[in-house]
C-alpha cells in the first residue's frame, strides 16, 4: 500500500478538476482491495475448524463430519495388534463369560503390514479424535449375560463388547501418545445410530454392528466404511418348550400354518440379516424405543410371539424353563462401522474446510498475492500518471478549460 499511498498525496495537491475525480476514483478502488483483503484474511482465519462435544447434552459433535479419513485404519491397526498378542482373544472371552464368540480373521496379524496413520497428516474423524481428545461412540442400551450390559451402568458398560472397545482405544492412546476418552451417546434404536454414524455427527458405532443390514434404502455394506471383523456370533431363535418344534424347519412350518406369525426382533440390523431365512409369512415385531431382550422373551412365553430371534446366543445353555433354543447356522460377523469415505456430505466435509497443510490455505495466500499484485500495480500507473502531470505533459487533458471554469465559478460568464 506504500506507492498508492505515495501518490495520493501528490493527487491531493493538485488542485485540477479532473484529477478530483481520479482521486476520488482510485481511493474507490483503493477502498475495494483493502475490504478484499480484509476478507482474504478473515476468511483464512475462520477456515481453522473447532470441534465441540456437548457431552451430557445429547453428546453429538455440533459439525458432522461424513469422511472417516484415517480413523477406520487406526482402529484396524489397533484390532490387528489385539489379535496378534497371543492369548487376548481367548482371554477376553473367558473374563467375561462370553466364550461362544468366534474369532473371524478378516485382518492378518502383521504390525508391518498395519500401521496408524501419522497424526500431522490426519483427515476426517481421526483428526476431530486426536485434537479433541475424544472418541464419540453410538450404541443403544441392552444387556445379555456375558456379551454386554448397558443398562446398569450406562458411563462405564461391562461384558464382552465394552471391554472389547476399552482395548481398541487402549492401543490408539498409547500409539498417539495421548489419553483418548470414550464418550457414549445412546439412542433409542440401532436403526438411529447407524443413521447417526452415516451423518458423522459421531466417530463410529459400538463394535457389535452387524455387516449386514440397510441405511437409507441402501446396504450397510456400501453405504458405510466398517473395521475388520471384530468377533461373529452364531444366532438363535428362542420358543417356548411346550409348542414342539426341536429345529429350524419345524419352526418355519408353524410360522406358515399359524395361528401365531410374529418374530421379535430387537433391531432392525437383525431383522434385515434374517429376514430372507423366513417365510412371507412371518411379521416381524421391533420395539420402537428401549429394546429389552428380556420384555421381547416374555412376549413369547405370554404366546404374543412365536419366537423371538437371538444374535448373542449361548449354545447348550437354558434360556428359562419354559424357552428354548433353536441354532439357526448362520454366523454373523460384527464390526465398527464409520462415516463413508468420500461419501456425499450431510453436513460439513471437514477435509475440504480445513487450511492447514492443505488446497485451502494455498488458495487464500495465492489470493492475497494476486491483491498485493494489482494495489502495487495501480500505484506505480498512478504514480506516473502524477509525474506527466508535474511536468506539464498531461496523459489526460482536463475535463473543462480552466478560463471557462473561473468565469462559471466567478459569475462572469453567461448562464
Sequence with gaps: WVPLSFSFGFLLRSSSSHWMMMSSLMMCVLTFLMMMSSFCVFTSAAAETTYDVRDGAGGEYDVGITTSGELSQAVDAAIAELMGTKGWFHDLRNTTGYKHALEVVTCTPDKNMWLYPPEKTATGSLKRV???????VAGVKWSAPGAADYRTNPDA???????????????????????????????????????????????????????????????????LDYSCITAATEGA???????NMNTFDDLYEKLVAGPLHTVGFIGQGNYDSMSDKLPSSAVPYIPNNNPDSSALN?????????????????????VTDLLMAIPTGVVSPR???????????????????????????????????????????????????????????????????????????????GL
Design 157 to 223: 458398560p461391562t461384558g464382552f463388547w465394552p471391554k472389547y472397545l476399552e482395548a481398541i482405544v487402549d492401543k490408539i492412546s498409547k500409539a498417539y501418545k495421548k489419553n483418548i476418552r470414550v464418550v457414549r451417546i445412546y439412542y433409542q434404536t440401532s436403526g438411529v445410530v447407524v443413521d447417526k454414524v452415516q451423518a458423522g455427527v459421531v466417530d463410529m458405532s459400538e463394535p457389535y454392528y452387524y455387516i449386514s443390514g440397510f441405511v437409507n434404502n441402501k446396504p450397510r455394506i456400501e453405504a
Design 130 to 136: 486426536l485434537t479433541t481428545g475424544k472418541l464419540v
Design 298 to 318: 416374555q412376549r413369547v412365553i405370554d404366546n404374543l410371539d412365536l419366537a423371538v430371534y437371538v444374535s448373542e446366543f449361548n449354545p447348550g445353555a437354558d
Design 335 to 413: 464390526v465398527i462401522l464409520f462415516p463413508q469415505q468420500g461419501a456425499e456430505a450431510k453436513s460439513v466435509d471437514e477435509s475440504k474446510t480445513r487450511n492447514s497443510d492443505d488446497k485451502s490455505g494455498g488458495g487464500i495466500i495465492v489470493g492475497l498475492v494476486i491483491v498485493a499484485c494489482v494495489a502495487l500495480l495501480l500505484g506505480v500507473l498512478l504514480t506516473f500518471v502524477v509525474v506527466r502531470e508535474r511536468k506539464g505533459a498531461p496523459i489526460f487533458m482536463p475535463l473543462l478549460d480552466s478560463v471557462s471554469t473561473n468565469k462559471a465559478f466567478h459569475g462572469e460568464g
Design 237 to 243: 431363535f428362542y420358543v417356548r418348550k411346550d409348542k
